[in-house]
């Protein structure tokens, strides 16, 4: 297995052959959303590959000041789910951030992918005005793995007053 970042025109050709509905309405979304925001050369996205075999796609940003790394998409099609490339692909991006002085992480997820992010050990602070869910926790200091005591260990008190509600005004 090998991660790679793609470029505009990469992705848009490797997600030409994802089959299901669903995930294609996903990948087209982060798409849109991507070219919205001019983020393609900042931050490209992540792709696990096998043997050139397009798996599994992360986006990410981190925000200016480095308080925060933003998993804004993370996508495997239908067919390739159950294998674990999710995992491995947010294994590699936690354990390149983990050596950057990045303080938090936020996860903005859709319902479907609850299941996903629960066996991580992350919880939810609650649901955006659009449905989604999200989190703010410390960032693990130990990758992926230190997910579960991060949850643990954090509460509300990490934020001032205006912090919380700017959370749940999302």
Known sequence: ??????NLEEYMHSISDIKDKKSIEFA??????????YYWRRFPP???THNKI???YLFYTISKNNEYLIINFLLTPEKDRGNGYAYNL?????????YKDV????LIC??????????LGLEYWGIDKLGFYYSDFKMP??????????????????????????????
């Open 110 to 119: 859709t319902p479907s992918s609850l299941p996903f992010y629960n066996k």
């Open 28 to 37: 087209n979304d982060a798409f849109d959303w991507w070219n919205e925001k």
């Open 141 to 170: 200091k130990k990758g992926i793995k230190g997910i579960k005591k991060v949850v643990q260990d954090s509460n509300i008190d990490e934020f001032s007053n205006y912090r919380v509600r700017k959370i749940y005004n999302t």
């Open 54 to 56: 397009h798996l599994c």
């Open 90 to 98: 947010l294994k590699y991006l936690f354990e390149l951030i983990t």
């Open 1 to 6: 297995m090998e991660v790679i970042k793609l």
């Open 103 to 106: 303080k938090r992480f936020k």
């Open 46 to 48: 992540l792709c696990l």
